[in-house]
């Protein structure tokens, strides 16, 4: 696993949950960081002075991602700022709501797939131009679902059709990269309780249920899944690419 201090990342929706314990990890390990929001600063002010008692760079900016001009001045920011990116996590994501076939409008068909998608659409293009140039190679880590595997609970029909995609997006993406040294994976987390997505979307019964599915029988938690990010980060220069790796207890294995 390569070296990862003083590596440069920018990481999307890193106010709470998966995002704020990714870049608490990378932070940990060395990396200077551009800490990406859209709702709340308290999580990424905290990342910040973290990063500044070790010593390394950070700071935090908002933009909304869906928007593409938005996008690449966020990105051009956060270059500016750390003087290049090595290691891009596409992070931000959501259900939005539970609907059912029959409840689905194209106007909530079309806002999930932009919170899922064009926010990854818009900073991986933003991006690609800095990661090329990275001196060691660079990774690009997205974070998919276990939804994207299984189909997901009933209600979630738009949210799992994106993540899906995600995983298509991440292999189709390391074949394309692959050229310049880019390598890019995904993460799919099954059930990691205490995010606002859990805490918004999923009633305590649900969770239950879900658990007592789950070989390793708990729920996981968001720094398990960021310690999985970490790993792919680190391995900037490895052979790691086009994979996805599952976050779930073991109950989707393959």
């Avoid at 990342?47 to 001009?69: F, H, N």
């Avoid at 729920?219 to 310690?227: F, M, P, Q, R």
């Amino acid at each position: 696993m390569g070296c990862l201090k003083g590596k440069k990342v920018f990481i999307t929706g890193a106010e709470q949950g998966i995002g704020f314990y990714s870049a608490k990890e990378l932070i940990e390990a060395g990396c200077d960081i551009y800490i990406h929001y859209f709702s709340g600063t308290e999580g990424p002010e905290e990342l910040v002075k973290l990063a500044k008692s070790l010593g390394q760079k950070a700071t935090y900016g908002y933009a909304d991602l869906r928007d593409d001009v938005e996008s690449k001045k966020c990105v051009d920011e956060a270059t500016e700022f750390l003087g290049g990116i090595d290691v891009l996590v596409n992070n931000v994501g959501g259900i939005v709501a539970r609907k059912w076939l029959e409840e689905i409008d194209h106007k909530f068909w079309q806002t999930v797939i932009d919170i899922n998608m064009t926010t990854m659409l818009n900073v991986t293009q933003a991006t690609l131009p800095y990661l090329k140039k990275a001196n060691e190679g660079s990774s690009i880590v997205n974070l998919a679902s276990l939804a994207g595997r299984s189909g997901g609970h009933s209600g979630s029909l738009v949210y799992s059709t994106t993540k899906g995609a995600v995983l298509t997006w991440t292999r189709s993406l390391a074949t394309e990269l692959g050229e310049f040294g880019i390598r890019v994976n995904a993460v799919a987390p099954g059930l990691i309780l205490g995010t606002r997505f859990h805490d918004q979307h999923t009633t305590k019964e649900s969770a239950d249920e879900t658990v007592r599915g789950i070989p390793l029988k708990r729920a996981g938690t968001s720094e398990d899944v960021a310690k999985v990010i970490k790993f792919l980060a680190s391995e900037y220069n490895g052979f790691v690419s086009g994979a996805t790796i599952d976050v779930n207890g073991g109950v989707y294995r393959m």
